[in-house]
């Protein structure tokens, strides 16, 4: 019990010294939690709206579609499965019919989406069920980006284009029934949702659709024509945004990290130079060096130690402030990324993230601490009582 006593003992010596590098360190530990637990936010809060509003538990796509084509679009809307349509008609799926098209809302014309969906599906969280009605009308529901792009608005009546199944164009007007707010871009820009059957009967494409979704759970099946689209195409852009930023964000507190342990370092130089007849006398009553290197590495140790108790001062009001109130974006900032972000970021923080960041820092800084160390061992004990270096 020497070595700890003796350690905790000169670390706390040190003074100012020590609870400079301890608050520069602690730097560190916050913005390490912070930044990756804010990544970590965006991941899970993304992914779970967009699964409650557009992926689902995964996607059929007819064989030929290809959401970043559109020259598929209008060729790709196939039979739906018997399986499938079973599965429909019992609310455990969403057949969606995508049909491109214009529409000219005050005159002006603008490229557009229809997307059919059934009004009494369950899979999507989405207010589809305002579809339903009409009184002899086309109902159609938008987002609220749609409406600021477009300039429409709830009870609104606009024209809409479309291309039918043998390539002949139609048109007709939808009357907006009502405008919803969501997160989700793909589900709202450019798009007007009608109920299925109606689009099916528009454009003479009676029983078929371009995408189904189905709900969490269920282990894909195989359908001829049809292939199963997972969590990884379909999140995949949202992984990548989050990798992207969290990989940039690092540099940051890499950067941060650097400059505390290289104070570090230069601490662990000149303590050792003071302290050399200190050290010599120790090795002359007889500890081995290894003991005396263990020393100073240890309060080399015990400051990323302190450095955690210090950032838990005034990290911890500030994480659980910004779990709570989140960190607000820039108006219009949100959905210049074209993902669903929400105006607020929420950190998510895991006990893995804390006592791994923990870790990290005390592993770098024993490292650190270690390394100016190794002077000791060619040190003799007479030189170093005399305020000598071997």
């Known amino acids: 019990m020497i070595i700890p006593k003796l350690a905790f003992r000169n670390l706390i010596g040190n003074g100012a ?4 590098n301890a608050l520069v360190l602690s730097f560190s ?8 637990s804010l990544f970590e936010g965006m991941d899970r809060e993304m992914s779970k709206v967009t699964i409650d509003q557009e992926a689902g538990g ?14 598929t679009i209008d060729d790709a809307p196939a039979a739906i499965p018997a399986d499938l349509a079973a599965d429909a008609a019992a609310g455990r799926a969403a057949p969606i019919l995508i049909v491109s098209a214009t529409i000219y809302p005050k005159g002006r014309m603008f490229p557009a989406l229809l997307k059919g969906v059934d009004p009494d599906q369950a899979v999507l969280k989405l207010p589809f069920d305002r579809l339903l009605g009409g009184d002899g009308e086309i109902p159609g529901l938008i987002g609220a980006r749609t409406a600021k792009s477009t300039g429409l608005a709830k009870g609104d009546t606009v024209t809409v284009r479309w291309r039918d199944a043998s390539g002949t164009f139609d048109a007709a007007d939808v009357v907006v029934v009502d405008v919803f707010q969501t997160q989700v871009q793909t589900v709202d820009s450019g798009l007007i949702w009608v109920p299925l059957e109606t689009l099916q009967a528009m454009t003479g494409r009676p029983g078929r659709a371009t995408v189904v979704t189905v709900p969490v ?23 990548s945004f989050v990798q992207a930023k969290s990989l940039g964000f690092s540099i940051f507190y890499v950067t941060l990290m650097a400059l505390a342990l290289l104070a570090i370092f230069n601490t662990q130089i000149l303590s050792i130079w003071h302290r050399r007849r200190e050290i010599g ?7 081995p060096r290894g003991r005396v290197i263990a020393l100073f590495t240890l309060e080399g140790a015990l400051l990323s130690i302190l450095a955690a108790a210090v950032g838990a001062v005034y990290g911890l009001p500030l994480l659980i402030y910004m779990s709570k109130h989140g960190w607000v974006l820039p108006a219009g900032q949100a959905d210049s990324f074209g993902l669903a972000l929400d105006k607020a970021l929420y950190p998510a923080y895991s006990t893995g993230l804390v006592f791994g960041t923990i870790l990290l820092v005390l592993a770098a800084t024993t490292i650190v601490s270690f390394l100016p160390t190794r002077k000791i061992v060619t040190l003799k004990p007479t030189d170093a009582l005399k305020g000598k270096w071997s």
Do not use: C, E
């Open 217 to 239: 759970g269920p282990a894909p099946r195989s359908y001829p024509g049809w292939g199963f689209q997972g969590y990884d195409v379909l999140l995949k852009d949202i992984k």
């Open 281 to 287: 006398m120790l090795i002359a009553l007889g500890m």
């Open 58 to 71: 995964g996607q059929y796509w007819a064989g030929a579609y290809d959401p970043y084509d559109p020259a």
């Open 29 to 36: 530990f916050v913005a390490i939690i912070w930044g990756q």
């Open 17 to 20: 010294k020590t609870w400079l």
